[in-house]
């Protein structure tokens, strides 16, 4: 199989690719299933994490809101955190020792010990929050539009802003996201896609089509399921997983250029 993992410096990362066309259709990459790990099928999940072997999740809906810790191999919630009723929960990223989760609309973020999810801080942003990783000099936030916001870590000030657009067009509907190597994997919401983005220059330069994985999952889970939504990266061992909201299953996958 050819797949986009490179070797650099003793480690692996996802490589940069050099497509970018005003024709998105021919900007695709394939999918392996490399392994299939169970998941709660009650979690919306809005944000996903991989840190120290586990993953660290974000769920939404109102009154079902949570920030939790869960064994990737038996997909067992070994800690959780449930937000107050009024709040929506949105993105998730790791800064340190601590775990930073955005609100839907209450213009309201979350820092947590990791250690302990005992609550350290809130800070307040405008507009909606969505998605949420780093490139461990900021934070990158999507909030439904075309834009992405970079936020310092440490004061939590907007520090400039950029829209992602592929083919000269822009891009709307930025859900949860996650850095793999030098590129920014981003959920495209009411699509089957991942956008694999150029986080200088904001340009899509290649998707990942996974229709074809929705279509497993819910062939796998008995019925038609939600949508994707959910992106994690193994950085020490260059593994990506996916999932989507209410998924009864996470999955390992590879990519690869399509022919």
């Not at 709660?40 to 999740?57: C, I, K, M, S």
């Not at 067009?169 to 089957?192: I, K, R, S, Y």
């Not at 904001?202 to 279509?215: C, F, H, K, M, W």
Request: include cysteine.
């Amino acid at each position: 199989m050819l797949s986009v993992l490179a070797g650099t410096a003793g480690c692996t990362q996802y490589e940069r690719t050099a497509i970018s066309s005003p024709d998105i259709e021919t900007v695709w990459f394939d999918f392996e299933i490399i392994n299939t790990f169970p998941h709660d099928p009650d979690a919306f999940t809005q944000g996903l994490l991989f840190r120290d072997g586990y993953l660290y999740e974000s769920t939404g809906r109102r009154g079902q809101s949570s920030l939790r810790k869960v064994d990737l191999e038996t997909g067992k919630i070994l800690m959780i955190h449930n937000l107050e009723p009024d709040f929506f929960g949105e993105g998730l990223t790791d800064v340190e020792d601590r775990l930073i989760q955005l609100t839907l609309d209450a213009g309201i973020g979350f820092v947590y010990d990791v250690e302990t999810f005992s609550l350290i801080e809130t800070f307040r942003y405008e507009g909606n929050g969505w998605g949420l990783t780093n490139d461990g000099e900021r934070l990158i936030m999507s909030d439904g539009s075309s834009n992405l916001r970079f936020i310092d870590p440490v004061t939590f000030q907007e520090t400039g802003r950029l829209q992602v657009t592929e083919g000269g067009v822009p891009v709307e509907n930025l859900n949860e996201m996650v850095m793999a190597g030098d590129l920014l994997f981003a959920n495209v919401l009411h699509t089957n896609h991942i956008a694999m983005i150029n986080p200088e220059n904001g340009v899509v330069e290649s998707r990942i089509d996974l229709r074809e994985l929705r279509r497993i999952a819910s062939e796998n889970a008995g019925q038609s399921i939600n949508v994707l939504n959910g992106i994690a990266y193994d950085e020490e061992n260059n593994r990506l997983f996916v999932t989507g909201k209410l998924w009864p299953y996470l999955y390992e996958i590879e990519i690869f250029p399509k022919e």
